[in-house]
């Protein structure tokens, strides 16, 4: 089980938005601004998509967006597109120099 | 372009021993902390190891503390993971990630990952 909580699944059409959520304690995700989002599709690297909550790496789309409240952090995916159909994962600073992870939620678009 | 690339990964008996490997190209490799991530079939991920840039802190996760070691070589640009004492729920994939920082901090973001290696522990 893992630390964090995510829906195992969400779905969206083409254009719509969609959010995941990634549930916490006060010790990792309520505590630190330091959530993280990853995509990941099977057989590939994962790719870092929202850093320090809210934060964007060069080359993701300003379509992914992150955000928290409390001990619950959330990513939406804005004007969904064929492409952002994978698995998406959260992860958070938890103390004492660990990392705690979500169980992944894997986004379909219709 | 930066690149990880691990390497090691395969089938031991439960006891046994593997060494993982992460090669590193496309940035300043002992600029960098690192760690290991790894993900057992059907569950999330979960972290296990972290490294300074210069190989002097380390740290594992309690699941995995006194049976695996973390340690890298900057002259070979490679990362490693000793896994000793392996057990069956040891069976995942083993993921590689470059920190953005020098040291291993809170703030430190796991900016780039490899596409992971393989390890199954069963007898």
């Known amino acids: 089980q893992s630390a964090l909580t995510q829906p195992r699944s969400v779905s969206g059409s083409p254009g719509q938005s969609v959010t995941i959520s990634c549930t916490g304690t006060?010790?990792?995700?309520?505590?630190?601004?330091?959530v993280s989002w990853f995509q990941h599709l099977p057989g590939k690297a994962p790719k870092l998509m929202i850093y320090d909550v809210t934060k964007r790496p060069s080359g993701v789309p300003d379509r992914f967006s992150g955000s928290k409240s409390g001990n619950t952090a959330s990513l939406t995916i804005s004007g969904l597109q064929s492409e952002d159909e994978a698995d998406y994962f959260c992860?958070?600073?938890?103390?004492?120099?660990?990392?705690?992870f979500g169980g992944g939620t894997k986004l379909t678009v219709l | 372009e930066e690149q990880l690339v691990e390497s090691g990964g395969g089938s031991v008996q439960p006891g046994g021993s593997l060494r993982l490997s992460c090669a590193a190209s496309g940035f300043t490799f002992n600029n960098y902390a690192m760690t290991w991530v790894r993900q057992a079939p059907g569950k999330g991920p979960e972290w296990v190891s972290s490294i300074s840039a210069n190989g002097g802190s380390t740290y594992h996760a309690d699941s995995v503390k006194g049976r695996f070691k973390v340690s890298r070589d900057n002259s070979k640009n490679t990362l490693f993971l000793q896994m000793n004492n392996l057990r069956g729920d040891d069976t995942a994939t083993y993921y590689c990630?470059?920190?953005?920082?020098?040291?291993?901090?809170?703030?430190?973001?796991?900016?780039?990952w490899g596409q992971g290696t393989l390890v199954s522990v069963s007898s």
């Open positions: 006060n010790n990792d995700v309520g505590g630190y601004n330091y």
């Open positions: 990630a470059k920190i953005s920082t020098r040291l291993v901090t809170p703030g430190g973001v796991f900016d780039n």
């Open positions: 992860f958070s600073y938890a103390a004492t120099y660990t990392w705690v």
